[in-house]
């Protein structure tokens, strides 16, 4: 990502794609993300002591998102209908390398209790901020599409909800 934004020199970049809810989304809602932290960066000891690196979504994409959210007019780029409107969410996000799909795992219990603003889980946005954030002349945000609610993803993934998911991350 580095490369590209140094070789095209762009004004505005986005990440779009999909992630899974931790609370507060439904499938198919739209999370814009404020921050991203890394929740596996800390220190091992006799217990984890986390470091979270964190990537900030630049203020005037934010204040974009946040004007956008209150709109309804990007829905009218959705190619298919939905059967229910998806909200938008301009809040925290965390990342890392690990796929969640168990809120009975000790990662997803670690992500609630050190992050308990973050409302989505994905594995790539904290490296796409820091790519922007070594070109401060580039403004940056995450666009993520609820795909799934951690339990039960295998049967989000069959119901079709990461191209639901995704169609709407890149609608709005």
């Given at each position: 990502?580095?490369?590209?934004?140094?070789?095209f020199?762009?004004?505005?970049?986005?990440?779009?794609?999909?992630a899974?809810?931790?609370?507060?989304?439904?499938?198919?809602?739209?999370?814009?993300?404020?921050?991203?932290?890394g929740?596996?960066?800390?220190?091992?000891?006799?217990?984890f002591?986390?470091?979270?690196?964190v990537?900030?979504?630049?203020?005037?994409?934010?204040?974009r998102?946040?004007?956008?959210?209150?709109?309804?007019?990007?829905?009218?780029?959705?190619?298919?209908?939905?059967?229910?409107t998806?909200?938008?969410?301009?809040?925290?996000?965390?990342?890392?390398?690990?796929?969640?799909?168990?809120?009975?795992?000790?990662?997803?219990k670690?992500?609630?209790?050190?992050?308990?603003?973050?409302?989505?889980?994905?594995?790539?946005?904290?490296?796409?901020?820091?790519a922007?954030?070594a070109?401060?002349?580039?403004?940056?945000?995450i666009?993520?599409?609820?795909s799934?609610?951690?339990?039960?993803?295998?049967?989000?993934?069959?119901?079709?909800?990461?191209e639901?998911?995704?169609?709407?991350?890149?609608?709005?």
């Open positions: 990502a580095e490369r590209a934004i140094a070789f020199k762009p004004d505005v970049i986005l990440f779009v794609g999909v899974g809810g931790i609370k507060d989304v439904k499938l198919g809602d739209v999370v814009a993300g404020t921050k991203v932290y929740y596996e960066s800390g220190k091992v000891a006799e217990i002591k986390p470091r979270p690196d990537g900030l979504s630049t203020h005037d994409m934010i204040q998102a946040r004007a956008e959210a209150r709109k309804t007019d990007w829905l009218a780029r959705l190619s298919i209908p939905t059967e229910s998806p909200n938008v969410l301009v809040k925290p996000i965390v990342a890392g390398e690990k796929v969640v799909a168990n809120s009975e795992s000790g990662v997803f670690f992500i609630k209790q050190n992050f308990s603003d973050a409302i989505a889980v994905e594995m790539e946005g904290i490296g796409f901020l820091q922007a954030h070109n401060q002349r580039v403004s940056a945000l666009i993520r599409g609820i799934d609610l951690i339990d039960g993803k295998s049967e989000a993934d069959a119901s079709g909800y990461q639901i998911a995704a169609r709407h991350a890149s609608a709005f």
